[in-house]
């Protein structure tokens, strides 16, 4: 099984019930297809770099997986079909990748105790 990383934008124009129905949907595909979810971030609303389909503002969403290589294309076939979703990108994680990610999320936790 190989580590993943994937950043999603959904527009701005989504309710937060609507935001968590999405990222819902994108997690059960994963789940489905046999992938194991290590982490999952709402980073909530931000400004975007530059205008996307005329919006300058998205809900940003992290989640890292495991799984098998086939699951990248099916994963990004359903961003491409969902309307909600105006920007995405999944990476494979390297082994200091991974370990970067472990160590990023136990800072996290302990500047949120």
Do not use: H
Request: glycine share 4%.
């Amino acid at each position: 099984m190989n580590n993943y990383e994937t950043v999603f934008i959904l527009t701005p124009v989504l309710s937060d019930a609507q935001v968590e129905e999405a990222v819902k949907k994108f997690e059960d595909l994963l789940k489905e297809k046999g992938c194991e979810i290590v982490a999952k971030e709402n980073w909530g609303l931000k400004k975007l770099a530059y205008p996307i389909q005329l919006k300058k503002n998205g809900f940003y969403t992290l989640i890292e997986f495991k799984g098998e290589g086939t699951i990248v294309a099916e994963l990004e076939t359903a961003f491409k079909r969902d309307e909600r979703v105006i920007r995405y990108l999944t990476t494979k994680l390297d082994k200091y990748a991974v370990e970067y990610a472990v160590t990023r999320r136990a800072k996290l936790k302990t500047a949120k105790a």
